[in-house]
């Protein structure tokens, strides 16, 4: 495992009076992409401010290559280190040039010395053609390379980003991204990124944290967090269109059969019987058909059901069925137009035992509230 280039013990922010973070341990390695995603005002900025020294916490400590951030002049050895990128970019009023380099002028770095690294970095984020241009006259994807290029100049060993595409169109967004990913992995730089937007987190990180009330309540690689979700909180803001209250009826040799409204439901499990649970299922696992006669397949669920809505979500068809309780499936264009499926038409939803994620009703969830609170690493 590679060694952790951050960590905090025991951080909390308290604003306006109220705990807004709240975060028992955090552990980052050395360059690693982690992504913190959740909704609006969950604590996702205050965390990355936090971490970068912007904004003070009133309790608990930092450990920068184990050596803790605790005074002053620690403070601003730790801030040589690192770069921050905002939504906005907050440029200077001067040529593109000058804001790259201002970084390094700030450290005192001698105008020969700077010059190469300035170029290098205008021609890896595909901006050297803007070099004399003013900030002021650049459109929003010229203005955040500009930032990111100003970040990568002072060579940081971590670099926090926060939600730096959202103001991007999409096609603007793609390709920053993709620079972005490179960029990182040929400089090995460590990354923190802020975002509402789980497709920017899966294409960047190695791990994704979820953030909910100012704590991060599930942490893992992007398959872990979006296809076993801790809880019902995780699951569904993790795009798990299906999730659904059962008790399990049936248990053997790490196969359960679920009542859900009467329908009986298998999956991949051990837990007992009359023990209560919640099934999550992602909407792209489930298959329909009109026929299941004559049809070979492996998966164990086939549950009837009527079409009650069919919406159409750009790339995919999103089609909402009752089966005594709903079910959700993403299904392509081809194949609504194959199916000929209209609302009210019954259909059979296919999907295996592994598509179901169970969830035990009472399980714990690890919190800095519990007796003993789980280290994130």
């Known amino acids: 495992m590679r060694p952790a280039i951050l960590r905090t013990e025991g951080l909390a922010v308290k604003r306006g009076g109220h705990e807004v973070l709240n975060l028992p341990a955090l552990s980052v390695t050395n360059g690693e992409f982690l992504s913190l995603i959740g909704p609006n005002g969950t604590g996702k900025s205050t965390l990355l401010l936090a971490m970068a020294c912007l904004v003070k916490p009133f309790r608990g400590q930092m450990f920068f290559h184990d050596r803790e951030i605790r005074n002053n002049q620690s403070v601003i050895d730790y801030r040589r280190h690192i770069a921050m990128v905002f939504q906005e970019p907050l440029l200077f009023d001067t040529t593109v040039y000058d804001n790259v380099a201002s970084g390094l002028k700030i450290r005192g770095v001698v105008k020969k010395?700077?010059?190469?690294?300035?170029?290098?970095?205008?021609?890896?984020f595909g901006i050297r053609h803007l070099a004399d241009r003013s900030a002021c006259k650049l459109s929003g994807g010229e203005a955040q390379r500009t930032s990111l290029a100003r970040a990568f100049a002072t060579r940081p060993e971590i670099i926090f980003l926060d939600e730096p595409f959202s103001a991007l169109d999409p096609p603007?967004?793609?390709?920053?991204?993709?620079?972005?990913?490179?960029?990182?992995?040929?400089?090995?730089?460590?990354?923190?990124?802020?975002?509402?937007?789980?497709?920017?987190?899966?294409?960047?990180?190695?791990?994704?944290?979820?953030?909910?009330?100012?704590?991060?309540?599930?942490?893992?690689?992007?398959?872990?967090?979006?296809?076993?979700?801790?809880?019902?909180f995780v699951a569904s803001f993790v795009g798990v269109e299906t999730i659904l209250k059962g008790t399990v009826t049936e248990y053997h040799r790490g196969m359960i059969v679920i009542n859900v409204a009467g329908q009986e439901i298998e999956a991949v499990g051990d837990v007992l019987?009359?023990?209560?649970?919640?099934?999550?299922?992602?909407?792209?696992?489930?298959?329909?058909?009109?026929?299941?006669?004559?049809?070979?397949?492996?998966?164990?669920?086939t549950i009837p059901g009527t079409i009650t809505s069919i919406q159409n979500t750009?790339?995919?068809?999103?089609?909402?069925?009752?089966?005594?309780?709903?079910?959700?499936?993403?299904?392509?264009?081809?194949?609504?137009?194959?199916?000929?499926?209209?609302?009210?038409?019954?259909?059979?939803?296919?999907?295996?035992?592994?598509?179901?994620?169970?969830?035990?009703?009472?399980?714990?969830?690890?919190?800095?509230?519990?007796?003993?609170p789980r280290e994130f690493t």
Do not use: W
Not at 273 to 301: F, K, M, Q, W, Y
Not at 330 to 346: K, M, P, Q, R
């Open 113 to 124: 010395e700077r010059q190469p690294i300035v170029e290098a970095c205008l021609e890896r």
């Open 172 to 232: 603007t967004r793609e390709g920053l991204m993709a620079d972005l990913d490179s960029i990182l992995k040929e400089t090995k730089t460590t990354a923190l990124m802020a975002t509402h937007d789980q497709a920017e987190a899966l294409r960047l990180s190695d791990r994704i944290a979820v953030m909910n009330e100012g704590r991060i309540v599930q942490i893992g690689c992007a398959s872990e967090v979006m296809n076993h979700p801790l809880n019902e």
């Open 273 to 301: 019987p009359d023990v209560g649970v919640t099934c999550c299922i992602r909407p792209e696992h489930i298959t329909l058909t009109r026929e299941t006669a004559g049809r070979v397949t492996s998966a164990r669920n």
């Open 314 to 372: 750009g790339l995919l068809y999103k089609v909402h069925l009752n089966c005594g309780f709903e079910l959700v499936a993403y299904i392509t264009s081809s194949s609504l137009e194959e199916l000929a499926l209209n609302v009210g038409d019954c259909i059979v939803a296919i999907f295996k035992a592994t598509a179901v994620h169970v969830i035990r009703t009472h399980s714990q969830v690890f919190s800095s509230d519990s007796g003993n």
